[in-house]
C-alpha cells in the first residue's frame, strides 16, 4: 500500500474504531443494534426468497426483480454487517488479505445490484402505465434475463475493488483494510457509483407516484452513507468519526431489513405467503413445502365480480344489485 493512503475506508472500518471509542457502553449499543438490523434482515429477505421460490402464484415478473432485491440486501448484511460486528467484538480486524479483498468485493456488488430497483421501477412504470405494452414486455423469461444482466454487469464492475484495496498493517490500529492506490483514483468510482446506482433509479420512480413507497426508504435510507462515501473520497482526511460510522451503516443496513416489511405491506399476496410461511413450524417441513408449492389465495384471485355475486347470493335476490364494471386488466402484480 503506498504511504501516503489511510486504511479504512467508510465501507470497511469497524463500527468502534480503538480510536476515540467513547466507551463500553457505546460499543455495546452500537453492536447491539446493528447485529438487531442484520438479523431482521436476514431472516426477511431469506422469507422474500423463499416465498418467491415455492409459491406458484408468486411467479411473477415483479417477484423475480424482488429476489434480486432481496438477493442484493442479503449481500450487503452478510458481506457489511456481520464483518463489522465481529471485528468490533474483536477489537481488531481478524480476517486476513483474502478476506479484506472478497468481503470488500462482495460489499460493493451488494450495495451496487441494488440498482435491481431501477429495472423494477421501470417494469412497474410499464404495468401500470401501459397495460396492453406489459402483456408482451412483461414476462419472466425477460424478467430473469434482466436481472442476469444486472447481476452480471455488476460482478464485473465491482471486480475493481480486488485493485483498489488492501491490508495494512502500519496503522495505529493494528490490520485494516483500506485504499491502495493514489486517492485520486476513487473519487470518480464514487462519484460514478452515487450517479448509476443511486441517482439513476431515484429519477426513474420520479415517472409515478405508486413507487414512492418502496422507492422513499432506498433514497432516504442510502443518502448519509453514499453522500460520506463521495465527499471523503474528495478529501485529504477522511471523516471518519465513530458515531457517523454508525449512522451511515446503521440505515444502510436498514434499507436492507425494512424492505421485507415494505412488500408484505404494500401487499396482500406478500402478506399471506409470509404468514404461511410462519406456520411451517407446526406443520413439518415437507407438508409446510407442499403446501406454499401449490397455495392458491382466493383473496387475491377473487374478482370484484365473484364478490358482489357471493354477497348477493348470501343476501337474497332483493339484496342484488348492479354488476360492477369489469376492472382494467393488471400484470405482474406484488
Known amino acids: 500500500m503506498e504511504s501516503g493512503s489511510r486504511p479504512g475506508s467508510p465501507s470497511t472500518v469497524p463500527l468502534a474504531p480503538s480510536e476515540a471509542v467513547p466507551g463500553p457502553v457505546y460499543k455495546g449499543v452500537s453492536i447491539f443494534l446493528v447485529l438487531l ?3 431482521v434482515g436476514i431472516v426477511g429477505n431469506a422469507m422474500v426468497v423463499l416465498v418467491v421460490l415455492t409459491t406458484q402464484d408468486m411467479q411473477t415478473p415483479t417477484s423475480c426483480y424482488l429476489v434480486s432485491l432481496a438477493l442484493a440486501d442479503l449481500t450487503v448484511l452478510v458481506a457489511a454487517g456481520l464483518p463489522s460486528v465481529s471485528e468490533s467484538l474483536a477489537g481488531q480486524r481478524v480476517y486476513g488479505h483474502a478476506s ?7 460489499q460493493y456488488l451488494g450495495i451496487n445490484a441494488s440498482c435491481s430497483i431501477l429495472v ?3 417494469e412497474r412504470y410499464i404495468a401500470i402505465c401501459h397495460p396492453m405494452w406489459a402483456q408482451t414486455v412483461c414476462t419472466m423469461t425477460r424478467a ?4 442476469v444482466g444486472v447481476w452480471g454487469t455488476t460482478s464485473v464492475y465491482c471486480l475493481l475493488w480486488f485493485f483498489l484495496v488492501d491490508l495494512d498493517a502500519g496503522g495505529r490500529q493494528g490490520l485494516q483494510c483500506g485504499y491502495q492506490v493514489a486517492r485520486s483514483l476513487y473519487p470518480p468510482i464514487y462519484l460514478l457509483d452515487f450517479t448509476v446506482f443511486f441517482l439513476a433509479p431515484l429519477l426513474a420512480a420520479t415517472v409515478t407516484k405508486m413507487l414512492v413507497v418502496v422507492v422513499l426508504p432506498f433514497a432516504v435510507l442510502w443518502m448519509p452513507y453514499r453522500m460520506l462515501v463521495l465527499l471523503n473520497s474528495f478529501m485529504t482526511e477522511p471523516f471518519l468519526d465513530p458515531r457517523v460510522l454508525l449512522f451511515c451503516h446503521t440505515c444502510m443496513y ?4 425494512v424492505n421485507p416489511i415494505i412488500y408484505s405491506l404494500i401487499s396482500q399476496k406478500v402478506r399471506a405467503a409470509f404468514q ?3 406456520q411451517c413450524g407446526a406443520e413439518g417441513p415437507q407438508r409446510c413445502m407442499a403446501g406454499l408449492s401449490t397455495a392458491s389465495y382466493s383473496v387475491d384471485r377473487e374478482t370484484p365480480q365473484k364478490a358482489q ?9 332483493q339484496a342484488a344489485g348492479p354488476p360492477l364494471l369489469e376492472q382494467r386488466p393488471g400484470f405482474s402484480t406484488i
Open 37 to 39: 438490523v442484520c438479523v
Open 100 to 106: 479484506c479483498l472478497s468481503i470488500t468485493y462482495l
Open 120 to 122: 423494477f421501477t421501470v
Open 144 to 147: 430473469k434475463r434482466v436481472v
Open 254 to 257: 436498514a434499507n436492507s431489513a
Open 276 to 278: 404461511r410461511l410462519c
Open 309 to 317: 355475486t357471493s354477497r348477493s347470493e348470501a343476501a337474497g335476490p
